[in-house]
């Protein structure tokens, strides 16, 4: 017996166009892999037309297109046992793959209707969504809860419409260049996409210290009610801890400049690795721990008692929490982006320290390595425990994350509003004789 050969001119067989849509963006924005149906590992799922999976990692992943029968009741109860088959082989995955959770999108290439009991188990690693596309319509929906991190019924449906539109369609060969060449590049795509947005938040601390160091200039009581000092009794002044970080020395425009530019090289990453929220957190609490330090030498008697002021304890947590990039937060950021991060922070760490210990002095001032320090530890610290953002590779801020890091910024809105309280108040200091 012979088969039957394809018409001439037409295309042989092949994943539906709508499925070879949704792939291409699987394999690029979602960091899957192409699963071949002859793939060992895909054993126990059942028939599938086409499927992408993330096989290594903490979260398994996988998404499968299949087409589903034409009657309601076979269509809902074949998508029953497709998701009893998915459940158990995503336990599996747990098992083999050392994941601590797998997330499952079925998805069928028609309309099912009808009702379908819930396939995820309340507390459950294994979360199977389901839902289905259709190109005619351009319509699609979720008939079971689709997990968080897969594409959703927006995005199915827009593709749906794109199609239907005439949108142009890869072919199976260029979904699978498309992901050699992101694996190949490690995944950098997304990560370059985060590194072009302006960094408006950067920015704007930049143009409050300039601001700030104006009114200093115009008016020196600014400087005298908030700049830092490790000893009483003005080391008792709370709100000095957070305005000493947004004052310069008014005397000298290299001050101002220098942690102007160290804000936008620094500043910029976090932003963009990271996001507004752990930018202005994690600058305001490293640069009031540095001072903590500081205080605590002062009052040891291991630190001259001096005043002190500054971005650079703030900025110097930050570069510590640039150098954890990676290392236990983020361990999904593309390797060459991580290690080129965590290198570039480790040349500005080797720069302070030529600065604070070699040229200590230069410009008319003293670097204060207690304050540096300790902003770099705290920043350390900071690092241990909050990750980048979800797009390069790492997660969403915990819900008391996000909670933690308002609070540190309202404290320190609070703080520096008093500030500028004291500066109205307070009168100006006397002129100096002669």
């Keep these: 017996m012979t088969e039957a050969a394809s018409p001439p001119g037409a295309a042989p067989p092949g994943p539906a166009p709508i499925a070879l849509a949704i792939a291409q963006d699987l394999v690029t924005r979602y960091r899957l892999r192409l699963a071949d149906r002859r793939d060992s590992r895909m054993s126990g799922l059942g028939d599938y037309e ?3 999976a993330a096989w290594t990692g903490p979260r398994a992943a996988l998404v499968a297109f299949y087409d589903p029968p034409s009657g309601a009741a076979e269509a809902g109860q074949d998508l029953a046992v497709r998701c009893d088959a998915a459940r158990r082989w995503g336990h599996e995955r747990l098992r083999v793959q050392g994941a601590q959770a797998c997330d499952i999108l079925l998805v069928a290439l028609r309309p099912v209707t009808g009702a379908i009991s819930a396939a995820t188990q309340p507390d459950d690693p294994v979360r199977v969504g389901a839902a289905w596309v259709d190109v ?54 997304p990560v370059r996409r985060a590194m072009v947005r302006q960094p408006y938040v950067t920015y704007g601390l930049i143009a409050t210290f300039v601001v700030i160091y104006l ?10 009610v908030g700049v830092g000092y490790n000893g009483p009794p003005l080391s008792t002044d709370w709100y000095r801890y957070v305005s000493s970080a947004f004052l310069h020395d008014p005397t000298s425009y290299l001050h101002i400049i220098f942690n102007c530019l160290a804000m936008l090289w620094i500043g910029r990453l976090v932003e963009q690795l990271y996001g507004r929220l752990v930018l202005v957190g994690a600058f305001v609490l490293t640069a009031v721990l540095g001072s903590v330090v500081w205080v605590v030498a002062g009052s040891l008697g291991l630190a ?27 361990k999904n950021v593309p390797v060459g982006i991580s290690r080129s991060i965590r290198s ?4 500005v760490i080797v720069l302070n320290l030529i600065f604070g210990l070699g040229l200590n002095g230069v410009g008319g001032g003293t670097v204060n390595n207690w304050v540096h320090g300790g902003g770099l530890a705290a920043g350390i610290l900071v690092g241990l425990a909050v990750p980048p953002v979800q797009q390069i590779g790492g ?13 540190i910024i309202a404290a320190a809105a609070v703080a520096l509003a008093y500030f500028a309280y004291q500066a109205v108040v307070t009168p100006p200091p006397p002129p100096v004789p002669g």
């Design 50 to 52: 086409l499927a992408a």
């Design 136 to 189: 005619d319509s351009g319509g699609a929906d979720a008939l079971l809860p689709i997990p968080p991190g897969l594409p959703s019924a927006g995005e199915l449906r827009a593709k749906a419409r794109a199609v239907r539109d005439g949108a142009p369609v890869p072919t199976l060969a260029a979904v699978d260049l498309a992901e050699r060449q992101t694996v190949a590049g490690g995944y950098v795509a």
């Design 215 to 224: 009114l200093q200039r115009a008016d020196p009581t600014v400087t005298v």
């Design 304 to 330: 001259e008692i001096t005043p002190s002021l500054g971005a650079s304890g703030g900025i110097s947590g930050l570069v510590g929490l640039l150098l954890m990039l990676g290392v236990v937060q983020g």
């Design 344 to 347: 570039y922070a480790l040349i």
């Design 395 to 407: 997660r969403d801020l915990a819900p008391w994350q996000k909670v933690a890091l308002a609070a």
